[in-house]
């Protein structure tokens, strides 16, 4: 282990690590999580997908490819089409945690407003 692996969760070493943080970086997208979530109903197409989320068709297939080559979502043929999956079911248990532990929190406090003198 190196210096750069100590207090890596779980032992993780520093490329994993390395790899968990693009992955996050990657999902710090709403239109991407909103993806997954739409995937997590089951597989479909662009053209369902747009249906659902909404969004320009070029721009859902610009996350599509980019959480493909991140490994979270696969595709297939079928016809012409290409049909689009989770690929990575675990990821979606990371995002529904976060997004419980989010909603138990209490709203934030709202700071009155002050004039400036």
Same mark, same amino acid.
């Given at each position: 282990?190196?210096? #750069?692996? @100590?207090?890596?969760?779980?032992?993780?070493?520093?490329?994993?690590?390395?790899?968990?943080?693009?992955?996050?970086?990657?999902?710090?997208?709403?239109?991407?999580?909103?993806?997954?979530?739409?995937?997590?109903?089951?597989?479909?197409? !662009?053209?369902?997908?747009? #249906?659902?989320?909404?969004?320009?068709?070029?721009?859902?297939?610009?996350?599509?490819?980019?959480? @493909?080559?991140?490994?979270?979502?696969?595709?297939?043929?079928?016809?012409?089409?290409? !049909?689009?999956?989770?690929?990575?079911?675990?990821?979606?248990?990371?995002?529904?945690? !976060?997004?419980?532990?989010?909603?138990?929190?209490?709203?934030?406090?709202?700071?009155?407003?002050?004039?400036?003198?």
């Amino acid at each position: 282990m190196t210096a #750069d692996d @100590k207090g890596a969760p779980g032992g993780a070493p520093g490329e994993v690590l390395e790899q968990t943080a693009a992955t996050f970086g990657l999902l710090a997208s709403p239109a991407r999580l909103r993806i997954l979530q739409a995937l997590a109903q089951g597989e479909t197409n !662009v053209t369902n997908l747009l #249906d659902r989320i909404g969004g320009a068709p070029s721009t859902i297939s610009q996350h599509l490819a980019a959480l @493909k080559r991140a490994g979270l979502v696969g595709a297939r043929r079928d016809g012409r089409r290409q !049909v689009y999956f989770i690929e990575a079911p675990a990821a979606l248990t990371v995002i529904r945690l !976060v997004a419980e532990q989010l909603s138990a929190r209490p709203a934030p406090a709202v700071a009155p407003h002050r004039n400036a003198p």
